[in-house]
C-alpha cells in the first residue's frame, strides 16, 4: 500500500479562493492523501466554504483556531493533527500542478536516504539550482527552494528539527530549509510544478517583517556556516547585504538599498554590487532599468 501523504493548508480569509485550491490537491495524481486546513479566525466565509466543500471530498479535514495565530502556527498545528508519514504544505492562494505529489514520491522512493524534496516554482529573481542533492553552501547564501508550497517532508524529520519557527516574522520557509539541511539530504525536482502567487495581504510586502525575518535567518546561516566554514564568512556577510539591499529595492525603498549595497562593496567588492549601487545614486528608475538591461542580456544568451 501507498504511504498516506498528509497536506497542509494554513487559510485566512481567503475564501474566494479555496475552490480552486482544494480542487489542485484533490485532484492530484497520487493517492492517498489527506487534506488538512487549518483556519486560522477567518472572519469571511472559509468555514462555509470549506464544510461545503468537504460533501465532495471526503479526506478533507477541518480544525479551526479560536484566535488568529499566524501561518506558522497554523502549518505546525496542522503537522501535529496529520496521519500521514510525508507532509506537503499549500499556501491557500498557490497551485499545484496534477502530478506535483507523485513527482516528489518517486524521489523518497528512489532515494530513502532524502528527507524532504522541493520542485521548481517558475524562480526568475534568485539562482536555480539544478535537479538533484541539494547544496547546503547553496542555501547558506540565499533561500534559493522557495516557498512551503514547494517542500514535501518526512513528517518524523520535520519534528525532529523542531517544525517551524512560530517566532519568525518571515523567512520561515528559508530557515526550516537550513534546520533540515543541517540534519538530512534535500532534493529538488527542477520541474516547475507549484503555481505561486502573492497576494495583496501578502507577508513578502510587509517592510518591517521582511527585513525583521531575513536579517534573523541569515545571521543563524552565519552561525551555521562558521561551525561547517563552507563559505568565507566575509563573503557570506557580504552576500546577505546585498540580497537585503535587493529586498529593499524590490519594495522601492532606495535610501537602505543603496546603504547595504555600500554595507556589501566595504566588506567583499564585487562588480555587480558597485554597479547597481553607483546606478541606486542616480534613484529607482535607473536601478530599475539596469535591472531590465541585465535581465534581457540573460534571457537573450539563455
Not at 110 to 115: A, N, S, V
Not at 119 to 147: H, R, S
Request: net charge neutral; aromatic share 10%.
Amino acid at each position: 500500500m501507498k504511504p498516506l501523504v498528509s497536506i497542509i493548508i494554513p487559510n485566512f480569509n481567503r475564501g474566494h479562493l479555496l475552490k480552486d485550491v482544494l480542487e489542485t490537491v484533490s485532484n492530484q495524481t497520487y493517492q492517498p492523501l489527506e487534506i488538512i486546513v487549518i483556519d486560522d479566525a477567518s472572519t469571511d466565509d472559509s468555514i462555509e466554504i470549506i464544510q461545503s466543500l468537504q460533501k465532495s471530498i471526503p479526506n478533507l479535514l477541518l480544525f479551526q483556531q479560536e484566535i488568529n495565530s499566524g501561518a506558522n502556527a497554523c502549518r505546525n498545528l496542522g503537522v501535529d493533527q496529520a496521519t500521514g508519514k510525508f507532509i506537503a504544505f499549500l499556501d491557500s492562494d498557490d497551485y499545484f500542478l496534477p502530478n506535483k505529489i507523485e513527482k516528489q514520491m518517486e524521489v523518497f522512493n528512489q532515494y530513502p536516504e532524502i528527507g524532504f524534496v522541493v520542485t521548481g516554482f517558475g524562480a526568475k529573481t534568485v539562482k536555480v539550482l539544478a535537479e538533484g542533492v541539494i547544496p547546503l553552501k547553496e542555501t547558506l547564501l540565499q533561500n534559493n527552494l522557495g516557498g512551503f508550497s514547494t517542500v514535501m517532508v518526512k513528517k518524523s524529520l520535520y519534528l525532529e528539527v523542531g517544525g517551524l519557527d512560530q517566532s519568525l516574522p518571515s523567512c520561515q520557509d528559508w530557515d526550516l530549509f537550513l534546520k533540515l539541511l543541517k540534519v538530512s539530504k534535500g532534493y529538488k525536482l527542477a520541474e516547475d510544478l507549484v503555481i505561486y502567487e502573492v497576494q495583496e495581504d501578502s507577508i513578502s510586502k510587509n517592510l518591517s517583517s521582511v527585513v525583521q525575518g531575513y536579517s534573523k535567518v541569515s545571521e543563524r546561516a552565519r552561525s551555521l556556516n562558521s561551525v561547517l566554514r563552507l563559505i568565507p564568512d566575509r563573503y557570506l556577510l557580504a552576500y546577505h547585504e546585498y540580497y537585503l539591499a535587493m529586498r529593499y529595492f524590490g519594495l522601492r525603498e532606495i535610501k537602505p538599498t543603496r546603504k547595504h549595497l555600500l554595507q556589501s562593496i566595504l566588506i567583499w567588492p564585487k562588480p555587480v554590487p558597485i554597479l547597481y549601487f553607483i546606478a541606486s545614486l542616480f534613484g529607482v528608475s535607473s536601478l530599475s532599468y539596469l535591472l531590465k538591461v541585465k535581465k534581457h542580456f540573460l534571457t537573450k544568451h539563455s
